[in-house]
């Protein structure tokens, strides 16, 4: 069974660019996740969903970043105008129902300059 | 919120030594689990445990939810265990919010 899968691995942006991040869930798993991992910290929810509806975005910087899973399973992660401060890795991960274990993809790691 | 300390923040151990990390949590838990990190690696959730004792392979989760805090203990430590150890919890939902880990290095 194929796992978590993410795209790109790695990013390098200039302040003010663009960039978007690919997640295809494991098949079958409801439940998808973005986090957002500074270095040296532990990871923080950005957003998740289940099926193709949010469930809480509360901790999504709406002005710059959005998300979507319009089908249900693979989602995309965008950030319109990059800050030194979202430099960071971005994991997605999925899981099959309440309470069910999550599976993470290796995360792009972002650096923006 | 909830938040999620853990500790020691890092530790060094020699091949064969054990070790044991801590996470305290500040509400109540209805799910806690145990990732491992390896370096610039993914996250892969070593086990859950809720309540009570769990084994897997050398790994021993001991959680007391009534005084909140959870500890992991790795027996005869391997170089290949070396990474972060993170620990998170949610209360009755699918939102986990994480620690900031326990890095450890198991030299030869």
């Known amino acids: 069974e194929a796992g978590v899968t993410q795209s790109p691995r790695y990013a390098v942006l200039q302040e003010g660019q663009a960039v978007s991040f690919w997640c295809d869930p494991i098949?079958?798993?409801?439940?998808l996740y973005w986090y957002q991992q500074p270095r040296d910290q532990g990871p923080q929810l950005l957003v998740y969903?289940?099926?193709?509806?949010?469930?809480?975005n509360s901790q999504l910087p709406s002005d710059r970043f959005s998300a979507v899973r319009p089908k249900g399973t693979n989602s995309t992660l965008k950030i319109q105008s990059a800050k030194q401060g979202d430099t960071a890795t971005y994991l997605c991960?999925?899981?099959?129902?309440?309470?069910?274990?999550?599976?993470f993809g290796a995360g792009t790691r972002l650096s923006v300059l | 919120g909830q938040q999620v300390q853990q500790s020691p923040a890092s530790l060094v151990l020699q091949e064969g030594e054990n070790a044991e990390l801590q996470c305290n949590f500040s509400?109540?838990?209805?799910?806690l689990q145990w990732f491992y990190q390896s370096p610039g690696g993914s996250l892969v959730s070593l086990l859950s445990?809720?309540?009570g004792t769990k084994h897997t392979g050398r790994l021993t989760s001991t959680t007391v939810t009534k005084e909140r805090r959870s500890s992991l203990h790795i027996s005869s430590s391997q170089t290949t265990d070396s990474g972060t150890y993170l620990c998170?919890?949610?209360?009755?939902?699918?939102?986990?919010?994480f620690g900031t880990g326990t890095s450890l290095l198991v030299d030869p």
């Open positions: 991960a999925s899981s099959g129902g309440f309470q069910n274990t999550l599976y």
């Open positions: 509400s109540t838990a209805t799910q």
């Open positions: 998170a919890i949610s209360n009755m939902g699918y939102k986990l919010t």
């Open positions: 098949s079958g798993h409801d439940t």
């Open positions: 445990n809720p309540s």
């Open positions: 969903f289940r099926d193709e509806a949010v469930i809480d």
